[in-house]
């Protein structure tokens, strides 16, 4: 009788503590594989809707190096659908990060033409520090976003029209005004596009050497609540490159290359500077905080045919932005 009742078969499965634990690693696994993989497929797309899903698209590069943890994770649970999704994350995140830390100088052909870009924050920007940046660099051209009254008189005073005696300038109260100052005679150029956003100043700069350059001084509004429609059509207004003239733009676009919009721009016949020489990913906001600038919104785009020789970023006291000075080479 005993014999009988022993081998008579106990009903349910027995779960051990080991299985217990690889069900919820696999739990896991796919609570960090299922985002990355919105994520890329949201870039690739350019899918981003809204403000909020707009503005954390600028984060692409940080999911980008934090995909690779479900990717070690999966293979490492032997779990092949969810390596197979993350290894294809992975991937569309890096071919859409990764160009932009790859780059060298192309060759010094061309007609010098430096660029300074910085958005002064209000008219707060340190104006001494600004000075002695565009007494060390020598800029051809200075885009000032965030360009009040106030900024322009000291400016003035702080001798800059010595160094740049040419001016193309809408200053505005808040974060409202542009202005261009070039080296060169400049032409305004009011009609040349549509401008949906801050002011944004386009000028003729003649250049030594041949015809004169197009510049334009770039601030969109920023994506955030209903202004990220205006936003998306500040940079869809932008003016294409042109094959009859060299047309730069340069500025604070409030947008960074993981933006679909911006990449609309890149695909009308620019590419961006810094992308051009590896610089890409180096961060231009919000600076002068403890944790420091770590999106790259600020930019300057230029025509295929430019050469790129340079581009360095530098710290501005009192601006939460850090200016961008390109060297460019011109035909």
């Known amino acids: 009788m005993l014999d009988t009742i022993a081998e008579q078969s106990v009903g349910g499965t027995i779960v051990t503590p ?56 999966a293979a490492f649970l032997r779990a092949r659908a969810a390596l197979a999704v993350a290894v294809a994350s992975t991937i569309m995140l890096g071919f859409s990060v990764l160009p932009r830390a790859f780059g060298s100088p192309d060759p010094a052909v061309g007609r010098p033409l430096r660029i300074l870009t910085t958005n002064m924050l209000f008219g707060r920007a340190d104006v001494d520090h600004l000075m ?102 500040g940079l869809a207004a932008l003016p294409p490159s042109s094959p009859d003239v060299v047309r730069i733009l340069a500025g604070d676009f409030n947008a960074s290359l993981d933006h679909a919009a911006l990449r609309a721009v890149l695909s009308r016949g620019y590419v961006s500077a810094a992308d051009q020489v590896g610089v890409g990913l180096v961060p231009t906001w919000p600076a002068g905080g403890s944790r420091g600038a770590f999106i790259t919104i600020d930019h300057v785009l230029v025509p295929e ?19 961008i000075f390109t060297d460019l080479r011109v035909p």
């Open 132 to 233: 002695d940046l565009v007494r060390r660099l020598r800029p051809d051209v200075l885009s000032a976003q965030e360009l009040t009254p106030g900024m322009v008189e000291r400016l003035e005073e702080a001798g800059l029209s010595e160094l740049l005696p040419y001016n193309v300038l809408e200053p505005g109260a808040g974060a409202s005004g542009t202005g261009l100052y070039g080296r060169y005679p400049m032409k305004a150029l009011p009609d040349l596009f549509t401008r949906i956003g801050h002011h944004m100043p386009a000028a003729s700069m003649e250049l030594p050497g041949g015809p004169p350059v197009e510049i334009v001084a770039v601030h969109t509004y920023t994506p955030l609540g209903r202004q990220v429609t205006a936003w998306k059509r």
């Open 305 to 323: 045919r430019v050469n790129v020789l340079g581009v360095n970023v530098h710290d501005i006291p009192d601006t939460d932005h850090r200016a």
């Open 18 to 73: 080991n299985r217990k634990r690889r069900r919820y690693g696999h739990i896991v696994l796919w609570l960090m594989v299922i985002p990355v993989a919105l994520w890329a497929v949201t870039r690739v797309t350019g899918l981003e809707t809204g403000s909020f899903g707009t503005s954390i698209m600028t984060a692409t590069p940080f999911v980008a190096a934090a995909s690779l943890l479900p990717l070690v994770l």
